[in-house]
């Protein structure tokens, strides 16, 4: 899907060609100053592992975030499909924690199997935001978390 190179872009603004798998979990920060709101945040960005047979490692993960990206590859069908299930057992955990939908590699458009229609429809019927990235590119990585900074701080200002 992405989720590593999403990171890897949106934190240190550098792109690989390929990864391999991330097993476990793994960690990134990044720091966004919000001059227009006088604030500035750090952002600890876990990358978990999606394979079900990691399904047992994530739950911990969930219990301190304030809110997640749920990111699926346009190329890839099943991974769109699997969104719902994400959303399923992150709200066993966390419910009602912010959160946004990432179609990643828009970049790769003449090998998109999930239109960008789709992606609205599915974010709209959850209630949420829906974002298309390219982490190769960098396309709208910075919009997408911005924006889920700024449904995490609206949570927590209510």
């Known amino acids: 899907m992405g989720k ?22 793994n960690f990134a920060v990044k720091e966004m100053d919000l001059p227009e709101i006088n604030t ?6 876990w990358d978990l ?10 739950p911990p993960f969930y219990r301190g975030a304030s809110g997640t990206v749920m990111v699926f590859d346009i ?11 994400w959303k399923q057992e992150v709200d066993q955990v966390i419910p009602d924690k912010p959160f946004i939908i990432v179609g990643n590699k828009i970049d790769l458009a003449d090998e998109r199997v999930v ?5 609205e429809e599915l974010a709209k019927s ?4 829906y974002y298309e990235t390219s982490a190769k590119t960098g396309e709208n990585l910075n919009v997408a978390f911005r924006k889920l900074v700024d449904e995490i701080l609206s949570k927590t200002n209510t």
């Open 126 to 129: 959850l209630g949420v935001l």
């Open 115 to 119: 239109s960008k229609h789709e992606g």
């Open 49 to 58: 592992a999606g394979q079900q047979h990691f399904s047992f490692v994530r």
């Open 40 to 45: 500035f945040v750090k952002l600890q960005i």
């Open 75 to 85: 190329t890839r069908r099943e991974s769109f499909q699997h969104i719902l299930d």
């Open 4 to 25: 590593t190179s999403m990171v890897l872009q949106f934190c240190e603004r550098k792109f690989q060609e390929n990864y391999i798998m991330t097993i476990g979990s």
